[in-house]
């Protein structure tokens, strides 16, 4: 129970990725609230961990309005006593090629994950200054790492959200406090069905055919489990990870 006493947010916490960190910081005793637009989601979540005793609660949230962030974080404090850990999962993605990329979907996008990676940590920030101990995750993507076609918004809001990452993790590295960035390959949650179904819809190939085209991005030819970036993000909250600080690390299969 290594994070026994700690409290824990995820944003996007009521499915994939999200979920998957919800349960492995609250199986090593973390107290969490899992944080997501959709209630439905997010309560089911929590119910799964509070029927086999951890600490679990759901908030609602949108993590590019201000407001919502600040009235979030306010009852994350009450309900958990403190926030010593945030993961900043939430994210939407969506592709087009440049020309026909729409500034309301490019804002849409960059609103929700790089945005709101920074609202986040700005009012989870203060609590884990004052401590002097704190983590923050940012579930990135090796898009962030790289240039790829027809994503050009969602690889534009991850390079911000890696960027942010280490210049966070520059401004507070002498306060007991870690800010790194996990950078998935294509995982196996309902963001890469969207994928899959949106490549069959533009392209006209099978799905398996567009689940190959995915697979063939991976030396390993498979998806990421959710669980394995679950674990990496376990790794980097714990006490031997305080020397790993301003990292994107790629989980991609190579």
């Not at 409290?7 to 919800?22: D, L, P, S």
């Not at 898009?143 to 280490?166: D, E, M, N, P, W």
């Not at 799905?207 to 990496?232: D, F, M, T, W, Y």
Request: hydrophobic fraction near 45%.
């Amino acid at each position: 129970m290594i994070f026994q006493g700690r409290g824990a947010v995820i944003t996007g916490g009521g499915r994939g990725i999200g979920a998957a960190v919800a349960h492995e910081l609250a199986e090593n005793g973390a107290k969490v609230v899992v944080s997501a637009r959709s209630m439905n989601e997010i309560e089911a979540v929590a119910q799964e961990l509070t029927a086999v005793g951890h600490i679990a609660h759901a908030i609602k949230c949108d993590v590019a309005d201000e407001n919502s962030v600040a009235m979030m974080a306010k009852e994350a404090a009450v309900l958990l006593d403190t926030v010593d850990i945030l993961v900043n999962n939430a994210g939407i993605a969506r592709s087009n090629p440049v020309k026909r990329l729409s500034l309301e979907e490019w804002s849409q996008i960059m609103a929700v994950n790089a945005t709101g990676t920074f609202l986040c940590s700005k009012a989870f920030l203060p609590g884990m200054l004052e401590r002097r101990w704190g983590r923050v995750i940012n579930v990135a993507s090796v898009a962030g790492l790289r240039g790829s076609s027809y994503i050009a918004a969602y690889t534009a809001s991850k390079h911000a959200q890696v960027g942010f990452t280490r210049a966070l993790a520059a401004e507070v590295a002498e306060q007991g406090i870690t800010v790194n960035a996990i950078c998935p390959g294509y995982v196996d949650t309902p963001m890469t069905e969207y994928s899959i179904a949106h490549i069959v819809e533009k392209t006209g190939v099978s799905p398996e055919e567009a689940l190959g085209h995915i697979l063939a991005l991976s030396k390993q030819n498979r998806l990421i489990r959710p669980e394995e970036v679950a674990n990496l993000t376990l790794m980097l909250c714990g006490d031997d990870a305080k020397g790993i600080n301003g990292q994107a690390i790629a989980i991609d299969g190579g």
